[in-house]
């Protein structure tokens, strides 16, 4: 960029932008090249850090729209970037049509695409350049920077002819591609296709325009079919044409046909892999076998195996005592449903009744079980205290007085130790508790960091040390060490997502909201990232760009509308926040692909309207000067939880008040949580203020002072006890049915 600011011409003004989802200009706009504006250019660059996502459709959208442009000059805009997009468009059909709706209005602009690096997606970056108007220009690896800057410059100023179309003689056909960039003058495009017989003749025919001019040129041609073996490249570049054209412009539909010319052609492609092997000695020297099979299982056979059931609920009642060989006997369907129904009292295994496992005999008892629980459903009876052998019969109370029934435990013969007694069924349920303290710390915490620092010395190159002693750190509280174990982490893997997140925690409990927000988008360009994770990343940060009214919330939702193309809400939001900016064809263009989705676009809710008003864990703080503060909370896996993180379980409310908010935490597991207020913006303002505090066994309100950047407000400690109910005659059904 500061090669080209010094080459370009005298007479033309410059500028510069780097850009993630936001673009930050050159100080000054623009200014005129030479020595002191590259110098310029420069000085602006080397204070830039490299965060965030990659919107390119973004980049060329703030091109456009630059503040202290001459409108009466051409504008000329050159894309220099990897050609990753992780925000916003992501899909390489949609390019083209998004770059040249935001040049509409710009009928002499041109586009210039610079692909930088190796793995460089130079079909997206050629594909903004076709929308543009202009050309791609690969700077080469090892290529003087005066050498790729020229080419730069030339493609700019140069004549060149946009708008392409070609037209074939009649014989040619499946031509390949078919979406032509523009033509500079010296550059070269193959087009393929097949013929039709042994040969053909005619015009072939070129038009588009030159400088806003139309241009049209027709070209004799003669072909006919040949097959000398030097010609043996041919087949196999018709086939990589086009299965590059129909892996970038295709449907599902052209599946079949791209694995076949991928197999017929050894050209490969997405759906394919090839793998040559050359002789049996590269066989035998890779380890692989000619034929390798595993395991069959076709499903027509039956399996054999034994009921299993729970000998600590079951006893030996089911298997008939002490005898050894009765040990070894199988239950029958009836014995175990039985056992199955019989009372459960504290102690019992989990699940319903006294049953510890299920088995396929169990099932097959499922109706006897329910009617004879059922009877019983209201008569609880206590546990026997052993179970083999049976407890001895009880006599009758003297005198005769009262009710009594003989103990149908009191018969000491195998034959009646299956017989069911009165009982009931139970289900084993969790009660919540959380308990609020005023003091942060936890005493355990000392030794988790010291256990996690030991494991990470032993072992330096894993990533899950690393990761485990970052978590450990960010639930202690000592962030001065975490910064440490991430830039060691950062060293060695600059793009992992978890280390992004976590440095993206440390920022935003350090004061920096905004720069914390843009940091977590750029786990978006982790290569490493699920298209799910990915999903609910972007989704997240579009809802906390909303709660603050940011217009950057529409390159998330057009990102989260990528990764989930047939999801008719997503879509749908994605063409509700387009059009809100007037880009009407790119709203079209969403309910076109998926017109399901404009039902979804008068039912969806605001996400900046919503109330923190319930949820496990309810806070509201409030504070006496005028400042952003934000409320977080550190799970017991040292997870940050605001409003501005991944988590999807929160709800905010007032995010940008100057003496309120509120969040509501929906969801959560045991363990400790920690309360901070955090400044949204960096300041040295003393601010005093006090969080209500709403778990699970009360209210408590806790004073805060903020005196740096951060106040460790208090902690909730929430716990989990198991207690025995009675099920219901649903629950019971739904047991026996297996569900």
Known sequence: ATQIASELDRRDRVTVLACDVECKQLTGGFIA?????????????????????????????????????????????????????????????????????????????????VPVGAQSNTTALAEIARGGGGVMVSYQPG??????????????????????????????????????????????????????????????????????????????????AVSDEKNAFVPRLFAASTIDEKERFGTDADKAELVSLSRKYSVPSKFTSLLVLESEAMFTAFGIERAQRGAQWTGETAATGTVVADSTTLGHSSLGGDDKDEDKKTASPDDLAGVLGSASGPGTGQGFGSGGGRSGGARAAAPKAMAQAESTFDEPAPRPSTVSPPPAARKAPAGGGGSWSPNPWADDSPSNWNRRRPGRWMKRTWVRHASVVDDPFVASDTDKVRTAREALAQAPDERGKHKALALALSHSGDLEELDRVLTKWKERDPLDADMISLESDVVMRKGDRARAMRILSGALSSPTIVPDDASRLATSLAEAYERQGDARACSFRVTVAELRPTDADSVARASACERTFGRTQASEAWITALPKARDRMDKLTRIDSERADSGAILLKATWDQAADVDLVLITPSGERISWVSRSRKIKAEDVTSQTREAISLNDWGAGAFEVEAVRATPG?????GRVVINAADGVRTVP???????????????????VLVPASSDDVGAFMNGD
């Open 143 to 224: 290529e003087s920077l005066e050498t790729a800057a020229m080419s730069v410059v030339s493609a700019t100023y140069g004549r060149m002819l946009s708008e392409v179309s070609l037209t074939l003689p009649d014989g040619l056909i499946a031509v390949a591609p078919t979406h032509l960039c523009a033509l500079r003058a010296g550059s070269e495009t193959v087009i393929s296709a097949r013929l039709l017989g042994t040969s053909v003749k005619g015009d072939v025919v070129l038009k588009g325009k030159v400088s806003g001019e139309p241009f049209e040129a027709h070209y004799p041609i003669d072909v006919t």
């Open 704 to 722: 805060f002072h903020i005196s740096q950047d951060r106040a460790r407000v208090g902690r909730v400690d929430v716990r989990y006890e198991s």
């Open 684 to 688: 040295s303002q003393p601010i005093d």
């Open 33 to 113: 090249p030479g020595g002191p504006g590259a110098h310029d250019v420069d000085a602006f660059l080397a204070g830039v850090t490299p965060d965030g996502a990659t919107d390119l459709i973004g980049a060329v959208r703030a091109a456009a729209s630059t503040t202290g442009r001459d409108k009466s000059r051409e504008l000329k805009v050159t894309v220099i970037s990897d050609g990753v997009p992780s925000a916003g468009y992501r899909s390489v059909n949609r390019l083209a049509d998004r770059v040249r709706e935001v040049l509409a209005g710009e009928p002499k602009a041109v586009v210039v695409s």
